[in-house]
T-cell receptor, first 114, second 113 residues
């Protein structure tokens, strides 16, 4: 069964350092999403890609966060510099044009900023 | 803009008892509705979804949910809970393809032996 892949699964970093997360969506899925989930809360959308184009990044803190999906396949989310408040689970999801917006989630990257 | 509320932050039930998790949504058109489950430290797994048609939908692991337009609700039910059902449950509402989801805050389910 096809799955969304994410790496690393866990990341510990010190504040002011740079971190990067990688996501490989299910093959053929045109839409890719990055979510941030703070402990005890629901996921919140950071950025949404349609192929290689950003369609929604209204909630992305652009002073420190960046995301790219250069070839419309895998994607990288970067934080520079990391802050204590960035500690969270970062989830990647993808969806297909053939499905009614059903999103398939990866296992997530747990980030801890010290 | 769509929104989702899950009134119960934490629910505890005994193994074998029935379960109902509440979800209320706000959306101007016919919504696409979803229930996801998340085990600690894991990603989200889809339990079931509603797009149209029969308002009672069946999902995996013995779960079902009923869409009630008049009440703007999409409650999740299970007739007999198993210890392995202990997890966080999220209701989500989406619009057309390509539009983002909005997740509820989640309900944490604990199961007593």
């Amino acid at each position: 069964e096809a799955e969304v892949a994410q790496s690393p699964r866990y990341k510990i970093t010190e504040k002011s350092q740079a971190v990067a997360f990688w996501c490989d969506p299910i093959s053929g899925h045109a839409t890719l999403y990055w979510y941030r989930q703070i402990l005890g809360q629901g996921p919140e959308l950071l950025v949404q890609f349609q192929d290689e184009s950003v369609v929604d990044d209204s909630q992305l803190p652009k002073d420190r966060f960046s995301a790219e999906r250069l070839k419309g396949v895998d994607s990288t989310l970067k934080i520079q510099p990391a802050e204590l408040g960035d500690s969270a689970m970062y989830l990647c999801a993808s969806s297909s044009r053939d499905e009614y917006n059903e999103q398939f989630f990866g296992p997530g990257t747990r980030l801890t900023v010290l | 803009a769509q929104s989702v509320t899950q009134p119960d932050i934490h629910i505890t039930v005994s193994e074998g008892a029935s379960l109902e998790l509440r979800c209320n949504y706000s959306y101007g058109a016919t919504p696409y509705l979803f229930w996801y489950v998340q085990s600690p430290g894991q990603g989200l797994q889809l339990l079931l979804k509603y797009f149209s048609g029969d308002t009672l939908v069946q999902g995996i692991k013995g779960f079902e949910a009923e869409f009630k337009r008049s009440q703007s609700s999409f409650n999740l039910r299970k007739p007999s809970v198993h210890w392995s059902d202990a997890a966080e449950y999220f209701c989500a509402v989406g619009a057309n393809y390509g539009q983002n989801f909005v997740f509820g805050p989640g309900t944490r389910l604990s199961v007593l032996p």
